[in-house]
C-alpha cells in the first residue's frame, strides 16, 4: 500500500507541476497556494482516470504542497514546538531532538534530487544560493531558525542538513525551576545579580540552554533601561519597551555585504546603551564586550562556549588574542577580573535534562590569571547510575559576603542576595 501510494504520488507530480507555475505560486498566500494544488491535481486525477479516496487525495494534497511550498517530508517537524533540531544526514536518513534525546525517523526524501530542491528552496529565501562553486551555507528561516547546508563534493554521501529551532514559548527564571534547571534559591540569585547591573557571562556546550537562560535573565532588566542586542540570529525576546535589537549580516551571492558581530559591538557602543547583550560572542569582539562592561555598560551580558567556568575564562583570552595579538595574557584577565562578575554554566545531560551546574564570581587575579569562586553549584549524588536521570541538588558552597555584594547594595539589593544564599545553604533542592 505504502508503495502503491509513493508510485502514484510521483506519478501526479510532475503533472501536477506542469499544469501550474510553481514560480508564482510561492508569492501567492499560502490558502491560495494550497487551492490552486487542489484544483491542478483533482484536474491530473481525472484526466488520468485515477480515482482516490478522501483520505488518500487530501494526503497527496499535504504532501503535494509540502514539496512545492513548503520543506518537503520535514514539515510535519517544523511545526512541532519540542523539536529542537532536524538532522537530515542523506535524503533516507533523518534525526531529531525532542527533550533532549536524539532519535531516528521513519520520513524520508525521494532522492538527493528532492533533498536538494529543498535545500535550495531554503537557502533561496534569504538571497543565497548553495552549489559546487558554494558547497556550505548558512541561512535563516522566517521563525529565526538556524539551517546549514553542506552538498557534494564536501558531503561524501549526498546533501546534508542541518536545522537549529528556537522555542516561541518564553521560558523564565520560575519556569526554569519547575523544570529543575535551577532552585529556587539559585533563580533568585540569579534575579539579584540581574537586577543589579552585574556583568554575565553564560558559559555552555552547544544545545545546552545558554540562549535560553540568557533570554530568561533578561526578564529582570529595569524597563527605564536602554538595551542594544547583537546577535548572529535574533532569537532573544526582551520585553522592555527601550530595545535596539541588531542581527549580523552574511555576504551575499559577490561575497559582498558582509556585518560581522565584531562590526556590531562596535557599533552598539556609539548607541548610548545602558546594557550590551551579545548572543554569542566567538571572536575578536569580545574585547570590545569586555570593554564596554568596563566603561559604564554595567549589566551587561553574553554567552560563549565552554565546558567550565575555567575554561571560559581561556576561551575568552584566546578570542581576544585573535584579534589583538599584542596583548598579553595577564593584560587580558586583568581586563576580565575587572570587567566580569558573575560566570553561569549550564549543561545538558544524558538524560536530555539542563541544569545549571555553577554560578561563579571573579574575586582577584593570581599568578596573572582570572580567580573565580564558586556561589552555588549543582552536587551529584554519590551513587548517580549511568543508567538513570540524573539526580543531584542546587546548593550554596560559598559561606560568607561576596565580592559583588557592595554592586548589589548600591541597587538595594544585598538582603535578597544574602538571603538567597542563605535559602541555598538551608534547603538544597533534591532533583531526579
Same mark, same amino acid.
Given at each position: 500500500?505504502?508503495?502503491?501510494?509513493? #508510485?502514484?504520488?510521483?506519478?501526479?507530480?510532475?503533472?501536477?507541476?506542469?499544469?501550474?507555475?510553481?514560480?508564482?505560486?510561492?508569492?501567492?498566500? &499560502?490558502?491560495?497556494?494550497?487551492?490552486?494544488?487542489?484544483?491542478?491535481?483533482?484536474?491530473?486525477?481525472?484526466?488520468? *482516470?485515477?480515482?482516490?479516496?478522501?483520505?488518500?487525495?487530501?494526503?497527496?494534497? !499535504?504532501?503535494?504542497?509540502?514539496?512545492?511550498?513548503?520543506?518537503?517530508?520535514?514539515?510535519?517537524?517544523?511545526?512541532? !514546538?519540542?523539536?529542537?533540531?532536524?538532522?537530515?544526514?542523506?535524503? !533516507?536518513?533523518?534525526?531529531?531532538?525532542?527533550?533532549?534525546?536524539?532519535? +531516528?525517523?521513519?520520513?524520508?526524501?525521494?532522492?538527493?534530487?528532492?533533498?536538494?530542491?529543498?535545500? @535550495?528552496? #531554503?537557502?533561496?529565501? =534569504?538571497?543565497? *544560493?548553495?552549489?559546487?562553486?558554494?558547497?556550505?551555507?548558512?541561512?535563516?528561516? +522566517?521563525?529565526?531558525?538556524?539551517?546549514?547546508?553542506?552538498?557534494?563534493?564536501?558531503?561524501?554521501?549526498?546533501?546534508?542538513?542541518?536545522?537549529?529551532?528556537? /522555542?516561541? @514559548?518564553?521560558?523564565?527564571?520560575?519556569?526554569?525551576?519547575?523544570?529543575?534547571?535551577?532552585?529556587?534559591?539559585?533563580?533568585?540569585?540569579?534575579?539579584?545579580?540581574?537586577?543589579?547591573?552585574?556583568?554575565?557571562? $553564560?558559559?555552555?556546550?552547544?544545545?545546552?540552554?545558554?540562549?535560553?537562560?540568557?533570554?530568561?535573565?533578561?526578564?529582570?532588566?529595569?524597563?527605564?533601561?536602554?538595551?542594544?542586542?547583537?546577535?548572529?540570529?535574533?532569537?532573544? @525576546?526582551?520585553?522592555?519597551?527601550?530595545?535596539?535589537?541588531?542581527?549580523?549580516?552574511?555576504?551575499?551571492?559577490?561575497?559582498?555585504?558582509?556585518?560581522?558581530?565584531? @562590526?556590531?559591538?562596535?557599533?552598539?557602543?556609539?548607541?548610548?546603551?545602558? *546594557?550590551?547583550?551579545?548572543?554569542? $560572542?566567538?571572536?575578536?569582539?569580545?574585547?570590545?564586550?569586555?570593554?564596554?562592561?568596563?566603561?559604564?555598560?554595567?549589566?551587561?551580558?553574553?554567552?560563549?562556549?565552554?565546558?567550565?567556568?575555567?575554561?571560559?575564562?581561556?576561551?575568552?583570552?584566546?578570542?581576544?588574542?585573535?584579534?589583538?595579538?599584542?596583548?598579553?595574557?595577564? $593584560?587580558?584577565?586583568?581586563?576580565?577580573?575587572?570587567?566580569?562578575?558573575?560566570?553561569?554554566?549550564?549543561?545538558?545531560?544524558?538524560?536530555? /535534562?539542563?541544569?545549571?551546574?555553577?554560578?561563579?564570581? /571573579?574575586?582577584? &587575579?593570581?599568578?596573572?590569571?582570572? =580567580?573565580?569562586?564558586?556561589?552555588? *553549584?549543582?552536587?551529584?549524588?554519590?551513587?548517580?547510575?549511568?543508567?538513570?536521570?540524573?539526580?543531584?541538588?542546587?546548593?550554596?558552597?560559598?559561606?560568607? +559576603?561576596?565580592?559583588?555584594?557592595?554592586?548589589?547594595?548600591?541597587?538595594?539589593?544585598?538582603?535578597?542576595?544574602?538571603?538567597?544564599?542563605?535559602?541555598?545553604?538551608?534547603?538544597?533542592?533534591?532533583?531526579?
Amino acid at each position: 500500500m505504502q508503495h502503491n501510494f509513493a #508510485i502514484l504520488k510521483q506519478r501526479v507530480f510532475l503533472d501536477v507541476i506542469d499544469r501550474i507555475d510553481a514560480a508564482g505560486l510561492l508569492r501567492r498566500p &499560502l490558502p491560495e497556494a494550497r487551492a490552486g494544488v487542489s484544483t491542478a491535481l483533482k484536474d491530473v486525477l481525472a484526466r488520468n *482516470r485515477q480515482t482516490v479516496s478522501d483520505v488518500e487525495f487530501a494526503r497527496l494534497l !499535504d504532501d503535494i504542497c509540502d514539496d512545492m511550498l513548503g520543506f518537503g517530508p520535514l514539515e510535519r517537524f517544523l511545526v512541532r !514546538d519540542d523539536i529542537a533540531d532536524i538532522m537530515v544526514n542523506g535524503f !533516507d536518513n533523518i534525526f531529531i531532538e525532542v527533550n533532549g534525546r536524539v532519535e +531516528k525517523t521513519d520520513v524520508a526524501f525521494r532522492d538527493d534530487e528532492h533533498l536538494m530542491n529543498v535545500c @535550495q528552496r #531554503i537557502v533561496s529565501l =534569504v538571497g543565497r *544560493r548553495v552549489d559546487e562553486s558554494s558547497p556550505i551555507c548558512d541561512a535563516r528561516l +522566517k521563525d529565526g531558525s538556524r539551517v546549514n547546508v553542506v552538498i557534494p563534493p564536501l558531503a561524501i554521501d549526498g546533501p546534508v542538513l542541518t536545522i537549529r529551532r528556537f /522555542t516561541k @514559548q518564553r521560558l523564565t527564571l520560575d519556569d526554569m525551576v519547575g523544570l529543575g534547571t535551577l532552585s529556587q534559591p539559585m533563580a533568585d540569585l540569579l534575579k539579584v545579580v540581574s537586577r543589579s547591573r552585574c556583568n554575565i557571562l $553564560v558559559s555552555g556546550g552547544t544545545g545546552s540552554g545558554k540562549t535560553t537562560l540568557l533570554n530568561a535573565l533578561t526578564g529582570w532588566i529595569a524597563v527605564e533601561e536602554r538595551v542594544v542586542t547583537c546577535e548572529d540570529t535574533a532569537e532573544l @525576546q526582551l520585553q522592555q519597551p527601550h530595545v535596539v535589537r541588531m542581527e549580523t549580516r552574511p555576504s551575499n551571492t559577490e561575497g559582498l555585504g558582509e556585518v560581522t558581530m565584531f @562590526q556590531l559591538v562596535r557599533n552598539c557602543l556609539r548607541m548610548r546603551p545602558d *546594557r550590551i547583550i551579545v548572543g554569542e $560572542v566567538r571572536g575578536p569582539e569580545t574585547l570590545d564586550l569586555l570593554q564596554a562592561m568596563n566603561t559604564g555598560h554595567d549589566g551587561s551580558m553574553g554567552t560563549l562556549h565552554a565546558n567550565s567556568p575555567d575554561e571560559a575564562l581561556s576561551r575568552i583570552e584566546a578570542m581576544v588574542m585573535m584579534g589583538y595579538g599584542n596583548l598579553t595574557s595577564e $593584560v587580558i584577565h586583568r581586563l576580565i577580573t575587572a570587567s566580569v562578575n558573575i560566570v553561569v554554566q549550564i549543561e545538558r545531560f544524558r538524560d536530555g /535534562t539542563r541544569k545549571i551546574t555553577s554560578i561563579s564570581e /571573579t574575586v582577584g &587575579l593570581k599568578d596573572g590569571r582570572t =580567580v573565580l569562586r564558586d556561589l552555588m *553549584r549543582f552536587e551529584f549524588d554519590a551513587g548517580d547510575d549511568e543508567d538513570d536521570a540524573i539526580s543531584g541538588s542546587h546548593c550554596t558552597v560559598f559561606d560568607g +559576603k561576596p565580592s559583588i555584594y557592595q554592586q548589589a547594595r548600591k541597587h538595594g539589593e544585598h538582603r535578597r542576595l544574602m538571603q538567597a544564599l542563605a535559602d541555598g545553604r538551608a534547603n538544597p533542592d533534591e532533583t531526579a
